[in-house]
């Protein structure tokens, strides 16, 4: 057992496999890039196949190879239970699977799982069932957790490499140039995915709509597409906007939102050209809101705005407050709608987004994230992976990217949730090191980390009451009872990657 | 010595390190990507720099690397100059150049030879004064021409490794974000430039236009550039037009065109959804202009227009009988303007538009392709690079890429030229095989090649002279007389690659 910077116990044997957290900075270093290995197509070559099963012939898949897939369906994919069922009916096992993350309509993975086909998986989030299952600890090896720039890390430093990837695209044409506005099933931005069609050595485009050639916009070109398969339906367009956000009416959300809002828009970042991620959940949007009312009273407006996309962003682009978006993934219609639409709504992918290990992120650009948080401790370290029962159920997200990355990182929540309260002597599983997290936002106020003592000096005169990250925890503590200690098993089921490709924590099995 | 399958001698030292010409696909085959050595830009970290110098200090460029710059501003690039005087004058030597051309702008580059500053070159072309002093011999090492699918294949498997690519862009911001299609000297598609970035493991983006971050749209990324410098200037708007061809009014020239056009609007090829590439002589676009009457005529649209992109083809982007335009070069200011403005219009890169080795090339989905030649001969091989003096004053360009890649390639030219024939017993060098090559379009008539029995039987009622390609060399030959033998020396000045790497020809000294 060893102990990483953030006080987290980290198994030996995992340790020396991906050594252990240091600090933001520590392991980011000179590197070579992977490379795929690639099987040229000549003149006369076809991509089309018939059926998924063609391409997981053609494709060779075996045997302990690793397939991975894109999120970007969300609750309404069904290409990775398709290519996982058709594999299972092959016979192939021991695949490991690199979803950039998992969603509660991937439940049948759990059979899968159980009757060895899949034996290594790697996502970005666990939800509902699938996390469940796996905390029980159904796996042999524990499910690798990434941060979605650190899996544009691995895959571009080869820690995981990819041998098909089986891409889901809304639109494609015979020859694999693809995209995720047109078609029956739009996504809008296919970020996470274009990193696999760079990388794996075999792609294969999955589409319920075949385009005539040349289909463009081109998210994915033909260079890195192999094998392109027309099904009846890629997903649900419904399941695709499914937990799509709306407006908060909650009172306490919306008091958090507006401090938020005073915190942002009272920054030093404040001014001609600043940019931000408000992110998707209820009080996130609530935060844009208010911050718009502040860009017109000042007549401010943002340079551009990142991250997961919605159409609060959208409108705000629309009205001229944003000036670019620049877009990983949407989380409607409407944003997929301007993704296609409006010329200064740009799509890049996840290695651009957030990777740590590129030639720089556009979160390296970013003043201010508003994250959320599942726990917080008075390290301000935050868990977005595990409940307060220590069970698989969130997902890493964008969250220690942009909080390491962004100049000023804010973190919302509320102190409580119903008996369960939010800030805590030390959060269950560290996700983002509080080294990242600059200020908390609660509805009863604010905490700024000491580390940030610019920024605590800037605030001394702002309009929310400001407390110790103790005192937050203690007022968590005034309304409900501390929690009892989660009783955890002996067996590793999750490793929680920092984006750097050390281990931050290792959650065991409940 | 040893004769490659187009018949020519190809010296021992050189067949051995690069392989013999066997055939259009003998050497296509799987292969590991090559992958750059990648320093990470950390949050805080800044990509803009005072000086060209400082940049070549910063990427460390020393006596022995590969430099590389592009060929998008012609003969109005500053860039190559100014980046080659700034290491001759800090006493760099024994520097390798891998620009994707060299244009008579480049003059400089003759002394940096002589002193020892460039001691290996490979370009697609050399003309004038550069061509013909390389032809004299001032190099040590020869200069390896490479067609531009080709220049792509040798970057993407390594035979090319940059060590830091110096690319000229009309806009950037400060952290690299680079397009060709805003700023002062504007060029349009930055596509030959895209795949130094991609590969190379240092970029320095040299702009004269500023940008606010993000700069859109982005050609080039900033998780592709390493420094931004900002210069007084980059290029001279009018030299990155200079030779932008206009509609020919020579009378032999409008016919070879006309018959150029029936070829093509009389294959099998013209129908519905059809693709072009007609290039940029004075013939190509009065060849544009004459399918574009049948077009009309017939009710057919084009599906797409490839390759090195002309005002003739944006104004039929503009009318709706192309749908789409395909851009990996511009050579007129109002095709640079129809990529910005027109959502139509693509920008795609020099692997996409043409790689052999990529997972498919746009070409490869070409219907018919308009090329040039300065010589052909009675096996169809076509010369491009060397004059009737044998000196080196070509490009090489995409002409061995379209014709070995699309269903039916034209090469046009005039019976001779002068006093020179251009049908020939055997080209001086060979750039293209004869294999690739279709039909033969001269003023006179057609030839087709032997190996297009399907064409000939299509073709029999065409309204057209047709002739063997033997016959059309004895008019060449009656008009003119027979060229004496050019005498060469003894060293090899230039090998030509095929674009598959191996070696098609070399050219010696005279």
Same mark, same amino acid.
């Given at each position: 057992m060893v102990v990483n910077n953030v006080g987290k116990d980290i198994p030996q044997e995992y340790a020396d496999q991906f050594g252990i957290y240091e600090g933001e900075l520590a392991h980011i270093n000179e590197y070579q890039e992977a490379s795929r290995q690639t099987k040229p197509a000549k003149p006369n070559d076809e991509k089309l196949l018939k059926s998924i099963r063609e391409a997981i012939e053609k494709t060779g898949v075996k045997d302990g190879m690793t397939i991975s897939f894109h999120h970007?369906?969300?609750? %309404?994919?069904y290409v990775m239970n398709m290519v996982l069922d058709e594999i299972a009916k092959m016979g192939i096992k021991d695949i490991s699977i690199a979803p950039s993350s998992i969603a509660n309509v991937h439940e049948p993975l759990i059979d899968h799982i159980k009757n060895g086909v899949v034996t290594n998986v790697t996502s970005s989030g666990l939800r509902d069932k699938v996390g469940a299952a796996i905390s029980e600890g159904i796996m042999e090896n524990p499910v690798v957790i990434r941060s979605h720039g650190g899996r544009a890390r691995a895959i571009a430093s080869g820690d995981v490499h990819i041998d098909v990837a089986f891409l889901g695209v809304p639109s494609a044409d015979e020859y694999g140039n693809a995209n995720g506005t047109k078609g029956k099933a739009t996504c809008g931005s296919l970020g996470y995915a274009m990193i696999d069609a760079k990388y794996a050595d075999q792609v294969v485009a999955i589409t319920d709509t075949l385009a005539d050639y040349?289909?463009?916009? @081109?998210? @994915?070109?033909q260079t890195d597409v192999d094998y392109v398969v027309e099904v009846d339906a890629i997903g649900d367009p419904e399941g695709i906007a *499914? %937990?799509?956000?709306?407006?908060?009416?909650?009172p306490k959300e919306l008091i958090i939102a507006q401090n938020a809002a005073k915190v942002i828009t009272n920054s030093?970042?404040? *001014?001609?050209g600043f940019s931000f991620q408000t992110g998707t959940g209820g009080s996130a949007l609530a935060v844009t809101r208010y911050i718009r009312e502040q860009m017109i009273e000042s007549g401010i407006t943002a340079s551009f705005a990142l991250g997961g996309i919605t159409n609060a962003m959208t409108d705000l682009l629309k009205e001229g407050l944003v000036e670019k978006i620049i877009d990983v993934q949407d989380f409607d219609h409407p944003s997929a709608v301007s993704l296609d639409e409006n010329d200064n709504h740009y799509e890049i992918d996840a290695n651009m987004y957030a990777s740590p290990l590129s030639k720089g992120a556009v979160i390296n650009k970013l003043d201010t994230a508003v994250l959320s948080a599942l726990e917080v401790d008075t390290d301000f370290n935050v868990n977005v992976i595990t409940g307060s029962d220590g069970v698989l159920r969130g997902a890493s997200g964008g969250h220690s990217d942009t909080s390491a990355a962004c100049n000023m990182s804010l973190v919302i929540s509320p102190l409580v949730r119903g008996r369960i309260p939010t800030f805590v002597d030390e959060v269950n599983t560290v996700v983002t090191p509080g080294d990242s997290v600059d200020v908390i936002v609660t509805e009863v106020g604010i905490a700024i980390n000491p580390n940030r003592q610019d920024l605590i000096e800037h605030f001394k005169d702002l309009d929310v009451p400001q407390f110790t990250i103790q005192e937050l925890k203690d007022q968590a503590y005034n309304i409900v009872d501390e929690p009892d200690p989660i009783e955890y098993g002996d067996k590793v089921v999750a490793l929680i990657e920092y984006r750097d490709g050390t281990l931050i924590d290792a959650v065991k099995n409940v």
């Open positions: 970007h369906f969300r609750e %309404g994919d040349p289909n463009t916009p @081109i998210s @994915i070109p *499914k %937990g799509a956000t709306r407006f908060t009416k909650d030093p970042y404040f *001014k001609q």
